[in-house]
């Protein structure tokens, strides 16, 4: 049966044991999504509180760090979504984040509804996927794919 919850507390807790569980482990990301057999950004984001996975995934993943039953439940369990508190982010990984947003959101909304109308791009339907690549004047540059459907307002 799908259940959802109401209370993020325990999915919190669920992800700082996954956390921990990951690093004394010295697994990757990738090597948790390989076992899942679900894409990396989609398992990180269920370990990390924000999806729900689906049976064989969590069972797999939970095997994999050492996680009891009551940790299955609860990664299939649907979450409350939403993994930074109110206010600007402190983090300066999110922080960026929030901070290209503030600087394009509107130039994304602008380009977005010129090109497709009213409308979101929905984080439902949705992949997200994140590469390094090398960058031409030295270093390397993260290469981020946001690639949501596109859902028009229905007037009604």
């Known amino acids: 049966m799908v259940h959802a919850q109401f209370d993020p507390t325990a999915r919190r807790a669920l992800a700082v044991a996954a956390v921990e569980a990951k690093t004394v482990k010295d697994l990757s990301w990738r090597q948790i999504a390989d076992a899942a057999g679900l894409s990396v950004a989609f398992t990180t984001a269920a370990v990390l509180g924000q999806h729900a996975l689906p049976e064989p995934s969590a069972r797999a993943v939970a095997e994999l760090l050492g996680l009891d039953e009551d940790a299955v439940r609860l990664l299939r369990t649907i979450p409350t979504r939403g993994s930074i508190d109110g206010g600007i982010p402190t983090d300066p990984t999110i922080y960026r984040f929030h901070e290209m947003l503030q600087v394009y959101g509107t130039t994304l909304k602008a380009l977005v509804h010129e090109e497709f109308g009213d409308g979101i ?20 540059r993260a290469v981020i794919t946001l690639d949501g459907k596109y859902l028009p307002t229905r007037p009604f």
Do not use: C, R, W, Y
């Open 121 to 140: 791009i929905s984080a439902i339907n949705f992949t997200l996927d994140v590469k390094k690549v090398a960058d031409p004047e030295g270093g390397e």
